[in-house]
Structures are given as structure tokens and as C-alpha cells.
């Protein structure tokens, strides 16, 4: 009986010392750029405002590749279909208006146990910028 009770509490804590997950969400925006037919689309993870005071929004928050270069979509649905590829789950869809433009907006979210997890495969043009200027710092 002793072995069984050890054996139950060895379980409960190893359980419990598993990594804890929570849901992450990211707001996928796009606008349409001109009279092209690609969208401009950046991604909100909630580190930084998604739009500058113009009410435009913000190129930092576009993902790039690792070389830097922005990655284009030529639809919200191509877009989501990157976001799916990388574990993301679609949540809500809506549209908005601000000055001219009209707004797309994807909710999407991801159980991960932090948000650089469920980033992960993932790099806005702010992150790269971070990155590379902090090694170009570093080298000096």
C-alpha cells in the first residue's frame, strides 16, 4: 500500500512540474495597399501598439523572413494559412474603418507555455530589428 501512495505522489508532482500552458492571442491586420492587390498585414502579439499616430498601421509589425525581408501576402486568407502552419487556431473575424482605409482584422490564438513559444517560427520586422541591432552593438 506504502508503494502505491509513493507511487501516486511521484505521479501528482510529476504532473504538476510539466511546463503550464496558457492561450496566447495575436491579431492578424491587413489593409489593402493602393490599388494592388496585396495587403499590407501586420501582427499584434500584444508587445506593441499595431497602429502609429496617424492611425495607419505599423510596418515593425509585419513578419519578415531571416533575412529581414518582409514576407507579402496577397490575401487575409493566405495569411491565415501561414498563421495555421505555425499552430495558430482562427478565432474571430471583423472589419473596421479608420480615416480611408478599411480594416481586417483575424483574431487569432495559441496555447503555449510562453509568448516566445508561440512565436516561435515566427519574427516581425521590430524583433529582427531588436535582434540585429543589439549583436551590430555588440561587435563594437
Not at 24 to 34: D, F, H, P, S, T
Not at 76 to 98: C, R, T, V
Not at 104 to 114: I, P, T, V
Amino acid at each position: 500500500m506504502k508503494k502505491l501512495i509513493f507511487a501516486l505522489c511521484c505521479l501528482l508532482l510529476a504532473v504538476s512540474g510539466m511546463a503550464q500552458t496558457r492561450r496566447y492571442y495575436c491579431e492578424m491586420i491587413g489593409r489593402q495597399v493602393g490599388f494592388s492587390r496585396e495587403k499590407k498585414i501586420v501582427f499584434d502579439f500584444g508587445t506593441t501598439p499595431p497602429r502609429d499616430i496617424w492611425g495607419d498601421v505599423e510596418g515593425k509589425l509585419e513578419l519578415v523572413d531571416a533575412n529581414g525581408e518582409v514576407i507579402r501576402f496577397k490575401s487575409m486568407i493566405e495569411a491565415l494559412n501561414f498563421m495555421s502552419d505555425k499552430k495558430w487556431n482562427f478565432l474571430q473575424a471583423y472589419s473596421s474603418g479608420i480615416k480611408e482605409y478599411e480594416l481586417s482584422h483575424f483574431l487569432l490564438y495559441k496555447d503555449a507555455s510562453s509568448v516566445d513559444d508561440a512565436k516561435e517560427g515566427l519574427m516581425t520586422k521590430e524583433d529582427w530589428d531588436k535582434i540585429h541591432n543589439s549583436e551590430s552593438n555588440r561587435r563594437k
